[in-house]
Structures are given as C-alpha cells and as structure tokens.
C-alpha cells in the first residue's frame, strides 16, 4: 500500500537527520522525502512517500510522533493534491526535436534548455505522469533525471 | 549550567572530567553539589540511573567530548530501553572546531540520535537556561528517559548576563497525555467486568509512574491476579498466601519466568497489559495471547500500544491516573474460582534448588536472604544468571529491583547500587553480580570506597559466563567456548585491596552466617560466593 504522510516540524538543526534515523533503523519504506517551509515561519513541512501496510503506517505515525521537533503528522488520503516537479534531460539532435517537443506539448511540460546535443524538459504532475513522460522520452535517450519527491497538501 | 542544576535541586551528580568540560567542572568548584567521580564514564550513566529510580528525579551525569562522550554510550542505551530519566552533559568541542575531526571531537548527538529522548547541541550560552529546564522536563514527565545536552567548550567559557531560569518551557510537539480517555476507560471496565479469567501484567511503567499504591489498590478492588515483567518486579508484594480481600501476585512471567505465572496468563480471557512494552523476553508467545484473550493496553506511549501485541482495548495515559479511574468504576467481582485456580498452580510449584555443602547454592541461598533483608531493602541484579535468580528467587516484599531489564547491560549492577544508596542511604541496597558482569565495572569499587556507603556486593563466582554457557549447552550441542572465565582473580583479595570488606563462602550454610554480618557491618562488604557452573538458571 502506497503512503504519503505529511509532517510539520520545528525547523531546527538535525530534525531532518532525526527522522531519516528513524527510518533507517525501524526499516520502514520510503521512496521520496522532500523538506521545505510550510504556512507558518520557523515550521518546516517534510512530505514522505513509500510502501507500507496498516500496521507500519500506524507504527510510522506513532514514532515520528515521539521525535519531539515533530509537531504534527497526518496521513493523507488518495483524495489529496500530490505533485512531483521533473528535470528530464534529453538526448536530441536536430531531426529528433520535433517529435520530442511534440510529446512535451501533449504531456504540458515545458522546454526550460536546449542544446546542440540535448534537450532538457520541466515537468510538474503526478509521480504518474512523470512515470509516463519519462517512458514517452525514453526512447530518445535519457541523459539525466531529477525528481523531487511528492509533494502533497490535503 | 552549574546554576540550572542547582535550579533543578539535582544535589548529586556523577562524571568523569576532560578538557571540554573543564569550564563546567571549573564553576562546580563553588557549588554545594556533590560530584561522584566514576572511574568510567559508561558508571557514571548508570550511577545516575540508580540514583535517578530510587530518588523518582532525572539523574545527571557528566563527561568530557570524545571518548568520555562515547564511554557514557552504553549507559545512555541502557536507560533508554528501561526508560530512566537521565540527563547526559557532555563537553565538545569548540563551535569553530566542530566538524573538523580536531582532537577529543565525536559527534556525540548524531552517535545517540537512537537511544536518546532527545538531544541538544548548545551554540549560545543564552539558550542553556531553556536548554536545561526542556531536557529536565522531557527526561522526567511522559515517558522517560535519557536526554542529551552537549556543549561546546566555548559555550561554557561565554558568559550569560542575566540568568534567569524559566520555570516553564513550552514544547511545541511534546504534549504527554497524562488522562487516559474516559469512552476507552469505559470500555476497560466493560470488558473486565464481563470477564472469567482476568490477568493484570505489569512492567516498569507502574514504577516510572509511581502507581505502586494504585496497582494494588485496583488489583485488590478488583481481585485480577496480577504477573510482572522483569521491570515490574517490586509493583507488588509477593505474599505467599493472600487473603480474600488482598492482591494474589504470581511474579515473573516470560522465558526465565514462572511456570505459574505464565500458565495463568496462557489462560487468561483478559489481560490488562498496564506500562509494559511487551518485549520478547516477557511475552514469548503474543499472537496466543492475542488469539485467547481481550487484551487492555495501559500506557503513557502510544507508540508501544500495538507494537508486539494486537490490542482491543488501548488506553494512553499515566498509568497511576487510568488505574485510579479504573478502580474508582470497577465493581468488585467474586473471582474466587480463578483466584483459587491460580494460587493452586503457585502452591503446588516446589522451588529450586536446595542447599548444598560443596558450593554455594544461589537460588536456595536467594530465598533465604530475602528473610534476612529489611522488607524495603533495594536489590540491584547484574545481566546473567545472577539476574535471573534474583528476579525470581529473592521475594519482594516493600522494596525495588533494579536491573538493566532491557539491554541486559553486564556492569550494570554495582554503580547502579552505588546510585541507589545514595539516593536512598537509609535503605539497604545490595548488588547481586556474576563474575563476568563484576569485572566489566570492577574499577568502580574505588569509588565505592571513596564515597564509603555501606554498599553490599554479592558475587557468585562459577568463573563462566553462566547464561551464555548454558545457552551453549541447549543449542550448541556443549560446545562451550568463550564462556571460561580464565585468569579471574582472587576476588576477596582484590576487594580488600581496594579497602573494602570481602568475604568468601565456600557453601551455604557459610553464606548464611556471612550474609548476616554483611549486613549488620557498617561499611561496605563484598560477599564472595563459590558457585557450581552447573548450576541451572530455572
């Protein structure tokens, strides 16, 4: 079962290192993390993403609770907004770019470098969507790719 | 922070000095409290966690940066996994120095990060103030445990103008739920009333909480026959044959446990789990209990409830408030049947191991001093098969057994007793050792003869590694390596060295008589006794 929990913390040193350990030593699953400022000044937001059944996500929100920089800790439900920003870097010589912008403009992403040798595409969307662009693209040659995680709001 | 402490009224605190923490040591020099120095930093953790269980206040200990730091490692795990209240001060580094791996620099937060509370790396003197009241207050209230403040040298020479210590500090995500929720609390006394054969299981968290009054009082209100953990050895008496209205105590449960005690809890159809993390040493079998019984969860960690065990009725709260409410809204039911059942079950058991002539027989010889203990009196058992007949085998009546119960810490023992002394120097405190556990903190019976407390050490020596040895006769075929204590010394010689009283007991008629002027003695007195390695743990 996929998870997405979002959790405020107190933006100190080390609260990220905290909740990484956390992780790390209780083998929970977790594919993406992202960490930035939240609504109110001093509390930062870190959004976590993986697998995990009932009984881990339980464990899971039990124990980040115990870290005392953590405020708050909500799982959120399918019904959420979740988005993910891509850089995808592109393989493309000149008779390539067309079919390449081609999908760019089918899928919304944006064209934000181009090179002699390469493409370089920014895209915002589902961790699904991203998953799609970067099958689409495949084909031409992925040199790079960055994702930032999911980020979510309930 | 010399003055924070003093804010705190910590009277005593136990460490070892080192160059970063000199400034502090330096400001110690005029205060009136009192500095126990250890001989190791790892002691000076478990000093302060004796001291910290019998005075029911955050001990204090004390080292320098990087290999005094990482010496109190262990100490720190230690009462982590039993939930001490400690608080650790460590020296660093220089601000400007850290992370540069300059000399005597250990990033001793990020090395604790597991097993500690919380932890804090001071960069302005002006924040010590708060500092200190928050790690007070996070090591003592919810659940407790070890709290780090790590300081750099630099930090402890800056100067803090106007020191004012604040009296509250506010945590934004630290609220510890103190009342349990009354709709669970319902339900509690529900399903207990609907019960035939209710058990109560308590650990640790009855002591952290100092709910040993209202554990007895609700198991007398409510006649549930109650088994402990290790950790909750001393929440109850242990009354051979209770009355009609009194609490029914069968004692230990888990592997090394009663048989009887864990047979009426194999049979219970209810079991009240009250301040017990379940650990697999003391329920080797949850998915039975969870398949046979209801099971209540009391405890002030929401994280434990569900952990190791499948619970219908989870209560979080502080274990003395939920079991005043649950005995204020339990009536008193005729659980006679299952009462009589139960006590059958502990009558009938023939204790262990009797006398002999040849050695000292511990469990036989257990039982008896029990007899000749003062009925509070504190005992405090080393990891091994000394803690184990301990557990069983000495009966608690008013007093406490302290034990490293989760990390089955070896060492443990003597600077935890020499802790508890001090915090409790009225009460008798004695040390229960194997030999293999002794030497891992012998270099503390200096300062046991320096702060010259009638402190009593009892050492069976069967020159093995006893646990570990019979281990290795059940699953590895007899195959004893490792376990033969080769090279021990003479233990009475090398005690009376260091100044204190010893004695040897070649059997246990001897060991009797001697124990006896152990007791009487007036200072410090380490009681040698020959054991059989033979000799079984159950």
């Known amino acids: 079962m996929k998870y997405t929990l979002s959790v405020l913390v107190e933006n100190r040193p080390g609260v990220l290192a905290r909740v990484v350990s956390l992780f790390a030593r209780r083998g929970y699953n977790i594919d993406a993390l992202t960490v930035g400022a939240s609504e109110t000044p001093g509390i930062a937001r870190m959004t976590l993403s993986g697998e995990g059944d009932n009984y881990i996500l339980e464990q899971m929100e039990k124990q980040l609770n115990k870290i005392v920089p953590v405020i708050k800790v909500r799982s959120l439900g399918p019904e959420a907004m979740r988005s993910e920003l891509m850089l995808l870097k592109l393989n493309c010589d000149p008779p390539s770019f067309g079919q ?55 | 922070m010399v003055r924070c402490l003093e804010a705190e009224g910590t009277d005593t605190i136990f460490g070892y000095p080192g160059a970063a923490i000199c400034p502090f040591y ?45 010496n109190l490692i262990t100490g720190i795990a230690t009462a982590y996994m039993d939930s001490i209240p400690l608080v650790a001060i460590t020296g660093q580094v220089d601000r400007e ?35 200190f009241r928050e790690a007070f207050v996070l090591a003592a209230t919810g659940r407790p445990g070890p709290v780090l403040i790590d300081v750099p040298q630099d930090v402890q020479e800056e100067l803090c103008p106007d020191f004012t210590y604040p009296e509250q500090v506010e945590i934004l995500g630290y609220k510890p739920t103190v009342q349990g929720h009354p709709v669970q609390i319902k339900k509690a006394v529900e399903a207990i009333a609907g019960a035939q054969r209710p058990i109560l299981c308590c650990g640790g968290g009855v002591l952290l909480a100092n709910a040993r009054e209202a554990l007895q009082r609700f198991a007398a ?25 009194e609490p029914v105590y069968l004692g230990m449960i888990g592997r090394y446990g009663r048989s009887y005690a864990n047979r009426a809890l194999g049979e219970a159809d209810l079991v009240v789990f009250c301040g017990a993390r379940l650990g697999d040493r003391a329920i080797t079998m949850p998915d039975r209990i969870a398949e046979q019984a209801t099971v209540i969860h009391i405890d002030v960690d929401p994280a434990e409830i569900g952990k190791n065990l499948r619970t219908d009725i989870p209560i979080v709260g502080d274990i003395r408030w939920v079991l005043e409410a649950l005995t204020r809204q339990v009536s008193p039911r005729d659980l006679t049947p299952w009462r009589r059942q139960v006590l059958e079950y502990k009558t009938r058991s023939v204790p262990a191991g009797t006398d002999r002539t040849d050695a000292v027989e511990p469990r036989s010889f257990l039982r008896a001093l029990s007899r000749m203990m003062d009925a509070d009196a504190v005992l405090c058992a080393d990891p091994g098969q000394s803690q184990l007949w301990a557990a069983i085998h000495y009966t608690q009546r008013e007093g406490r057994f302290l034990t490293s119960g989760g990390l089955g810490t070896m060492g443990y023992a003597v600077p935890a007793a020499l802790g508890a002394k001090l915090a409790a120097p009225r009460r008798q405190v004695v040390a229960v050792c194997g030999d293999g556990a002794f030497q891992m903190s012998l270099c503390e019976l200096a300062t046991v003869r320096a702060c010259n407390v009638p402190l009593k050490i009892l050492l069976f020596d069967n020159r093995r590694l006893g646990l570990v040895r019979e281990f290795q006769n ?12 080769e090279g021990n010394p003479d233990f009475v010689a090398l005690c009376r060295a260091y100044g204190l009283r010893a004695e040897l007991a070649g059997n246990n008629r001897e060991a009797e008589r001697l124990a006896g002027e152990m007791l009487a003695s007036p200072g410090p007195f380490v009681l040698v006794c020959r054991v059989d390695p033979d000799t079984p743990t159950v």
């Open chain 1, 100 to 154: 390449i912008h081609q999908i760019a403009t089918l899928m919304d992403a944006q064209v934000v470098q181009v090179t002699r040798s390469s493409v370089t595409l920014r895209f915002a969307g589902s961790p699904e969507q991203c998953d799609t662009l970067f099958e689409l693209t495949r084909p031409f040659g992925v040199k790079e790719v960055a994702r930032s995680g999911v980020l979510a709001v309930d």
């Open chain 2, 26 to 70: 330096d400001a110690l020099y005029d205060s009136p409290i009192r500095h126990v120095l250890v001989r190791s930093e790892q002691n000076a953790a478990h000093m302060a966690s004796g001291w910290a269980r019998m005075a029911g206040r955050p001990g204090v200990c004390v080292a320098t940066s990087g290999p005094g730091a990482a």
């Open chain 2, 97 to 131: 120095l850290l992370g540069r791996d300059v000399f005597q620099e250990t990033d001793i937060t990020g090395a604790c990060q597991s097993f500690t509370k919380h932890s804090y790396l001071v960069t302005r003197a002006a924040d010590l103030p708060r500092v």
């Open chain 2, 221 to 245: 209100q409510s006649g549930i026959p109650v088994v402990a953990t290790m950790m909750g050895i001393g929440a109850m008496a242990n009354t051979a044959l209770p009355g009609e209205n």
């Open chain 2, 474 to 485: 059940q699953q590895y075929r007899g195959r004893h390596i490792a376990t033969h204590m």
